[in-house]
């Protein structure tokens, strides 16, 4: 089902948002949160086994052009044998291609698309491959040039996701699963978030996941995906580096005044 883009999981570059000062941090700074506001992204890959994708997360330049001014981990990953260390669970778009697709599990988790106009959408995913994010995602005349799929759905359409929801929908099992899954345990986690028609890359200070869903549903967020946590959150502002290994991530322009 095509997705109805609102202020609630979309900065459009024509619509809400794209034009006004950054909301702010508020009490999430006040919390412990990292939180920056984001102006222009691009997906980043790093593959051993595709050459002529993205450097390593830590090689990307930040600060001069053509450097960015945040570069940040991507969407949750799996360990893989050799030298490659590890692989994205959910489809990754770069530059308008599928450079990998994602696991079945991962078809109705929570995911991140960049618009060829700019425009910065989350929500749920309906399927792993390229035509059906771009079904998803894209609008007539502006198609999904960017996507990280495979994150954990907390916050959708202004409302917190069901215990229900992580365990049927975005097949978060296991023993335990849900809420009580390893990967929403207290931690580091990164998260990508639409407030009020703007958007923002959010860092959690430890935080499990209910108490994450509260807080950021009390910050006003309208969606919400959570990626990587702990050993895979990497970020690096030029003063604040986190060295999360992940292969994949964002390379990502703040908004700023004027």
Known sequence: MKLDTNANNARLVDGAGAHMAPLGGGALLEQGYRVYAVGEAQVLLHDLLQPGLDLPLDQVPIG???????????????VVPGPRGAVPLGSVM?????????????????????????????????????????????????????????????????????????????????????????????????????????????????????ELQQDLCNAEFGAAVKFDRGTGVFLDDGQICLPGRNPSGLGLRLHTHG
Request: glycine content about 18%; aromatic content about 4%; overall charge positive.
């Open 64 to 78: 001069k052009a053509p450097g960015f001014d945040l570069v940040v981990g991507g969407g949750l990953r799996r």
């Open 94 to 210: 770069r530059r308008g291609q599928l450079v990998h697709e994602g696991m079945p599990a991962t078809a109705q988790r929570g995911g991140f698309a960049i618009l060829a106009d700019g425009s910065l959408i989350v929500a749920a995913a309906m399927g792993t491959s390229a035509a059906e994010i771009e079904a998803r995602f894209g609008q007539e005349g502006n198609p999904v040039v960017g996507f990280l799929g495979g994150g954990l759905l907390l916050i959708e359409e202004g409302a917190p996701v069901s215990e229900q929801d992580l365990l049927i929908r975005q097949q978060v099992g296991g023993k335990p699963g849900g809420f009580q899954s390893p990967l929403l345990s207290a931690d580091q986690h990164l998260i990508i978030g639409i407030k009020r028609g703007q958007c923002y890359v959010v860092v959690s200070p430890g935080r499990a996941g209910r």
